[in-house]
């Protein structure tokens, strides 16, 4: 059964990462939450591939597929031998003026701004994203709760690379980002005419995701591994 909302919180705070996931079993499936250090997600992508992978390869889960209950509806992540795919509702970016705060920490002018949940700016090729340095005292005078900054190009060895920055919160840059890539595919596949697509995200870790567009929904699949087990004494 969950623990208390704030108990979770408290976890989520004292884990201090991008986000923590919680889930129980359900009779089918599981159901799942995410909490960043302050707040509950609507939803998030690599957590709940991280979540996929204890259940799967630590819980020894032995079925192809993992349903998930959550408050985004259903999430389905099938397993294979080293990659677990993530099965998102897509959310096509729209055409959208930004706040000009963002244009001034970014520092570097877009050649096109959309939004979905998050804002999406669209730069000429991947060496702007990967050399951005964002005034985060700039940033952080908005609240895009529970949204973000998506910052993408073209990629050179891959098909599109991107980065993602969340205003206010106390992880600045995302190391990888699931909920970004359900409006980053819908888009790149449009833009390059084609479904199948291989993406980095240029965090400080980096990410490697493949990407498919399947029309109302989004296909990304990436490798886990674990590092660390332990117990949590409440």
């Known amino acids: 059964q969950?623990?208390?909302?704030?108990?979770?919180?408290?976890?989520?705070?004292?884990?201090?990462?991008?986000?923590?996931?919680?889930?129980?079993?359900?009779?089918?499936?599981?159901?799942?939450?995410?909490?960043?250090?302050?707040?509950?997600?609507?939803?998030?992508?690599?957590?709940t591939l991280a979540t996929a992978h204890?259940?799967?390869?630590?819980?020894?889960?032995?079925?192809?597929?993992?349903?998930?209950?959550?408050k985004s509806g259903?999430?389905?992540?099938?397993?294979?031998?080293?990659?677990?795919?993530l099965n998102f509702p897509s959310r096509k970016p729209e055409p959208r003026e930004a706040p000009q705060v963002i244009l001034d920490a970014l520092q570097h002018k877009p050649?096109?701004?959309?939004?979905?949940?998050?804002?999406?700016?669209?730069?000429?090729?991947?060496?702007?994203?990967?050399?951005?340095?964002p005034d985060q005292s700039l940033l952080n005078q908005i609240n895009l709760d529970p949204g973000g900054v998506i910052?993408?190009?073209?990629?050179e060895g891959v098909d599109f690379v991107s980065r993602f920055f969340t205003p206010q919160a106390s992880i600045f840059e995302d190391?990888?980002?699931?909920?970004a890539h359900c409006s980053l595919i819908p888009y790149w596949s449009e833009k390059l005419g084609k479904d199948?697509?291989?993406?980095l995200q240029l965090s400080s870790r980096v990410g490697k995701l493949f990407c498919k567009d399947v029309g109302e929904r989004v296909l990304i699949s990436g490798e886990a591994i674990?590092?660390?087990?332990?117990?949590?004494?409440i």
């Not at 259903?74 to 795919?85: F, G, Q, R």
């Not at 701004?113 to 000429?124: A, G, H, P, Q």
Request: aromatic fraction near 12%.
């Open 2 to 47: 969950w623990l208390p909302d704030d108990v979770m919180q408290r976890i989520a705070m004292e884990n201090f990462v991008a986000e923590t996931a919680f889930f129980i079993q359900l009779d089918k499936g599981f159901e799942i939450r995410w909490f960043t250090p302050e707040i509950e997600m609507d939803w998030c992508g690599h957590a």
């Open 54 to 70: 204890v259940i799967a390869r630590h819980l020894n889960f032995s079925r192809p597929f993992i349903q998930f209950r959550s």
């Open 74 to 85: 259903e999430l389905t992540v099938a397993v294979e031998e080293k990659l677990l795919t």
């Open 111 to 133: 050649v096109e701004i959309l939004k979905s949940r998050d804002y999406m700016l669209v730069f000429e090729d991947e060496e702007v994203i990967r050399h951005l340095e």
């Open 151 to 155: 910052v993408t190009a073209k990629g």
């Open 175 to 179: 190391p990888v980002t699931g909920s």
């Open 196 to 199: 199948s697509m291989v993406a």
């Open 226 to 233: 674990t590092y660390l087990e332990g117990h949590i004494i």
